[in-house]
């Protein structure tokens, strides 16, 4: 059983930082890429940024410059630090990983519970 939780979510205002954390435990043979999703109401999932295990980083444009992804291999653990934060960023933020629960498995997706970012104007 694979578990993701995420932490560091909150209410900032406009211009603001806050740091996301999500760790992964369980029974995991192997992470190959870790991320963070977010979800505003109303609106359809979107990737944030992610990162593999090689140290390959995608961002979406709206956050270049802004965000920054890191991963610690050894702790199974991917953060966020959201610097420059603007209302638009509001949303639940999801971790997710594409890993391998054993060593000849095919990999697999798993979600976190989700973390509120609330930026004010």
């Known amino acids: 059983q694979v578990q993701l939780v995420e932490s560091g979510g909150g209410l900032v205002q406009a211009g603001g930082s806050l740091r996301l954390s999500c760790v992964a435990s369980?029974?995991?043979?192997?992470?190959?890429?870790m991320g963070w999703y977010r979800q505003a109401p109303g609106k359809q999932r979107e990737l944030v940024a992610h990162?593999?295990?090689?140290?390959?980083?995608n961002y979406r444009d709206s956050v270049k410059g802004r965000f920054t992804i890191s991963r610690d291999n050894a702790k199974n653990t991917v953060y966020l630090q959201m610097n420059s934060l603007k209302p638009e960023d509001t949303a639940v933020y999801y971790c997710?990983?594409?890993?391998?629960?054993?060593?000849?498995?095919?990999?697999?997706?798993?979600w976190g519970q989700g973390t509120q970012v609330t930026v004010s104007s």
């Open positions: 369980g029974s995991i043979f192997s992470i190959n890429v």
């Open positions: 997710y990983a594409n890993l391998r629960t054993m060593r000849y498995r095919s990999s697999d997706d798993y």
């Open positions: 990162i593999t295990s090689g140290g390959s980083i």
